[in-house]
């Protein structure tokens, strides 16, 4: 079945420490992957995405992500977290089906300590 | 940002009552879809669209209808309300290119009393 896990529910971090949220799927075919942001009463916002290629991506506000199929993961990172980073990230896959539907992990929450 | 309006913004309704939620977009895109959003969930798909007139089940489909009979326009109707769908509403849209990522409305809050 596809799925997609994030193991984390809430992540607190200080600001100027670096981040790492943990995501993980479950997917027959060849994955396309991506993150998104939710500030709050927000819709949601892509912050990178990866297809194919190099498994390391570069996304929006300095967050990268890095592909590894043999764990199939897909972690985002961020070196130094602002305070303005606090919101909910969900991870999402899919695939080129007739549908092209994606499906979300359950989002992980961050908090910034200023 | 993609051109996605998402109405009402906020509705508070009773249960058995219909409900009609709509998204209306500007991009022209073929792709449209309704995720419902609840905590420890993240997003279910309802419902989605590949073309005027086509549409399809998600996960989370029983209880919801949709229409879409113009590019443009995509609804979602509760049937008969119940609080199980108290949730936020969000519409997405793709141009489903190689890889197009779904871009979102801003939500609508649906309270069922």
């Known amino acids: 079945a596809q799925s997609v896990t994030q193991p984390d529910i809430h992540i607190t971090v200080s600001e100027g420490a670096s981040l790492e949220l943990r995501c993980n799927y479950s997917?027959?075919?060849?994955?396309?992957l991506f993150w998104y942001v939710q500030s709050p009463g927000q819709g949601l916002q892509l912050l990178l995405k990866?297809?194919?290629?190099?498994?390391l991506v570069q996304g929006i506000k300095g967050f990268e992500a890095e592909f590894k199929r043999s764990q199939s993961s897909f972690n985002l990172r961020k070196p130094s977290v602002h305070w303005s980073d606090a919101a909910e990230y969900f991870c999402a896959v899919g695939g080129m089906d007739s549908s092209y539907k994606l499906i979300f992990g359950s989002g992980t929450r961050l908090l910034v300590r200023p | 940002d993609a051109g996605i309006t998402q109405s009402p913004r906020h509705k508070v309704t009773e249960t058995g009552t219909p409900v009609t939620l709509r998204c209306h977009q500007t991009?022209?895109?073929?792709?449209m879809y309704w995720y419902r959003q609840d905590p420890g969930h993240g997003l279910r798909l309802i419902h989605y669209s590949y073309g005027v007139k086509d549409t399809d089940k998600g996960e989370v489909s029983d209880g919801y209808s949709v229409s879409r009979s113009k590019t443009e326009d995509f609804l979602l109707t509760l049937e008969s309300a119940t609080s199980s769908q108290t949730s936020v509403y969000f519409c997405?849209?793709?141009?489903?290119?190689?890889?197009?990522?779904?871009?979102f409305g801003n939500g609508t809050r649906l309270t069922v009393t």
């Open positions: 997917y027959g075919a060849t994955p396309y």
């Open positions: 991009e022209n895109h073929r792709y």
């Open positions: 997405a849209i793709s141009g489903r290119e190689t890889g197009s990522p779904l871009h």
């Open positions: 990866y297809f194919s290629g190099d498994t």
